[in-house]
C-alpha cells in the first residue's frame, strides 16, 4: 500500500510540473483535435479543447481539419508566442484567457467569444499594440489591460455586454487608425480609461440598437466626432478634452446617470444635432452636464433640458438654431438645476432660451461676478420668473419675453437696446 502510495504522488509531480511549449491544434496526427489537462496531452475525436493546470508560453498553430478551426479554452496558465492562424479560428472561452507577455498572432484572423469571461493582456513596459488578428469580440467579454493599449485595427462588438477596463491605463488611437464598431443590438462599456487622439470615423455605432457606455473615462479628441446612430451612456465622470466638436446627432437617447457627470472642457464644443429636442435624458437631479469653458451649440430641432443638473464654470457659450428650453414649466421635480459658478459668464450668442424652471431655487449664480449674458439678436422668455440672486442677467440688442407675473429678481444689465415681447 506504502509503494502505490508513492508512485501516485511521483506521478502527480511528473504531471503538473510538465509543460508544453508549441502545440498543433488539428493538424494530421491528432486526429483534428487535442485536449490538455495538467500539463498532458490526449488525442481525442472532438472538439479541441485547452484545459487544466496548461501552460503554453512557446505559442500554439491552428490546423487545417474540419475541428482546426476553434478552441475551447477552459485552462489557466494562459498563452504567449507565435499563435499561427489558418484562415478565419476562434477561441471560445470557459474561463478567463490571458495573453502573455512577447505574444503575437500571425497567419489570419480570429473571433473570441467570452462566455462571461476576460481576455486578459499581458503587462508590459511599452504600450501594447492590440493585434490586429483579433476581428470580434462577443458573448459577453471583458477585455482586460495591464498596460498601455494601442489600437491600430478593427474591431467589432457583437454581444450586449462585452467590457473594456482599462485599470487606469490609456488606450491609444494613433492617427485615423483603430475603428472600434459596436454590431446591431451589441452593446460595449468602456471604463477607467483615458482614450487618447480619437478622430472622426473611430467609434461606430452600426444602428439604432446599439449602444455605447462610457464610466470613469477621458475622451482625448483629435479631430471631430459624430455619434449618428445609437444610444450613449454616461457613468460616472466623464470628461470630453480636446479643441474640436463632438456631435450627438442620433435619435436615441444620450443618458447621463445618476450621481454621473459629462464634462466638456475648455475648447470643446457639444453639438447636440438630433432631430428630437429630447433625446439628452437626465436620470434624476444628480445627472450634470457641466460646461468647463466650453460652447454648446444645437440645431433647428433645439434641446429640452429638464430634471438634471447644468453647471456653469470659465466663459461658457449657448448657440442655437432653435429654442433651449430649461425646466418644462410643469412641475417643480422637472426643472433642471442651473449653477453658474463665482465669476463664470454663461453667454447666449444665437437663438432663444426658454426659461420654465418652477421653483426659484433651481437657479443658482455664485457671487455677483456671474453673468447670464444675452447676446445681439438672441431671445430669452420667462415663462417662469427667475431670481438670479447675486448674480448678473446681462442684455445686448436682445429681446426679453414674459407673461402675466413672470419677472427677473436681481440685477440686469443693458448693453444695448432690450426689446420686450410677449413669450409664446
Known amino acids: 500500500m506504502k509503494r502505490y502510495i508513492k508512485i501516485v504522488l511521483i506521478s502527480i509531480l511528473i504531471m503538473t510540473n510538465s509543460d508544453i511549449h508549441t502545440t498543433t491544434i488539428g493538424a494530421v496526427g491528432l486526429n483534428a483535435a487535442t485536449q490538455f489537462q495538467t ?171 446599439s449602444s455605447l457606455t462610457l464610466q470613469n473615462v477621458i475622451w482625448n479628441q483629435d479631430s471631430a466626432v459624430t455619434i449618428s446612430t445609437g444610444s450613449l451612456n454616461i457613468l460616472n465622470d466623464v470628461l470630453i478634452t480636446g479643441s474640436s466638436t463632438f456631435t450627438y446627432s442620433s435619435t436615441s437617447a444620450l443618458t447621463i446617470n445618476s450621481y454621473s457627470t459629462l464634462m ?28 468647463n469653458g466650453a460652447n454648446l451649440i444645437t440645431g433647428s430641432a433645439g434641446l429640452n433640458l429638464t430634471i438634471g443638473t447644468l453647471e456653469v464654470n470659465n466663459n461658457s457659450t449657448i448657440a442655437s438654431s432653435g429654442t433651449v428650453t430649461i425646466g418644462n414649466n410643469t412641475s417643480g421635480a422637472n426643472d433642471l438645476q442651473v449653477n453658474i459658478f463665482p465669476s463664470a459668464t454663461l453667454s447666449v450668442t444665437q437663438g432663444t432660451l426658454n426659461y420654465s424652471n418652477i421653483n426659484a431655487s433651481s437657479f443658482q449664480m455664485g457671487n455677483y461676478a456671474s453673468i447670464l449674458s444675452m447676446g445681439n439678436g438672441t431671445t430669452l422668455n420667462l415663462l417662469q420668473s427667475i431670481n438670479n440672486g447675486n448674480g448678473i442677467i446681462a442684455f445686448g440688442n436682445a429681446t426679453l419675453g414674459t407673461i402675466s407675473g413672470s419677472n427677473i429678481s436681481g440685477s440686469t444689465d443693458v448693453f444695448g437696446t432690450l426689446s420686450f415681447a410677449t413669450a409664446p
Open 39 to 209: 500539463g498532458v496531452q490526449s488525442l481525442l475525436n472532438a472538439t479541441n479543447i485547452i484545459q487544466g493546470f496548461t501552460s503554453l508560453p512557446g505559442g500554439l498553430t491552428f490546423g487545417t481539419g474540419s475541428t482546426g478551426g476553434s478552441v475551447t479554452y477552459n485552462a489557466i496558465g494562459g498563452i504567449g508566442g507565435t499563435i499561427t492562424l489558418n484562415g478565419t479560428n476562434a477561441f471560445n472561452l470557459s474561463t478567463d484567457l490571458a495573453l502573455l507577455s512577447g505574444v503575437t498572432f500571425t497567419g489570419g484572423s480570429c473571433t473570441i467569444a467570452g462566455n462571461n469571461h476576460a481576455l486578459i493582456l499581458p503587462n508590459v513596459s511599452t504600450p501594447f499594440t492590440f493585434p490586429s488578428a483579433i476581428t470580434t469580440l462577443g458573448s459577453g467579454l471583458d477585455l482586460v489591460l495591464n498596460s498601455p493599449l494601442t489600437l491600430s485595427s478593427s474591431l467589432t462588438f457583437t454581444a450586449s455586454n462585452n467590457v473594456i477596463n482599462g485599470n487606469s491605463h490609456y488606450i491609444n488611437f494613433p492617427g485615423t487608425a483603430g475603428i472600434i464598431t459596436i454590431a446591431s443590438g451589441a452593446g460595449l462599456t468602456i471604463k477607467n480609461a483615458t482614450l487618447q487622439g480619437v478622430s472622426t470615423g473611430q467609434f461606430v455605432l452600426a444602428s439604432s440598437t
Open 264 to 291: 466638456f472642457e475648455l475648447g470643446m464644443t457639444f453639438n447636440y444635432a438630433s432631430s428630437s429636442a429630447s433625446e439628452l435624458v437626465f436620470t434624476d437631479p444628480s445627472a450634470v452636464l457641466y460646461l
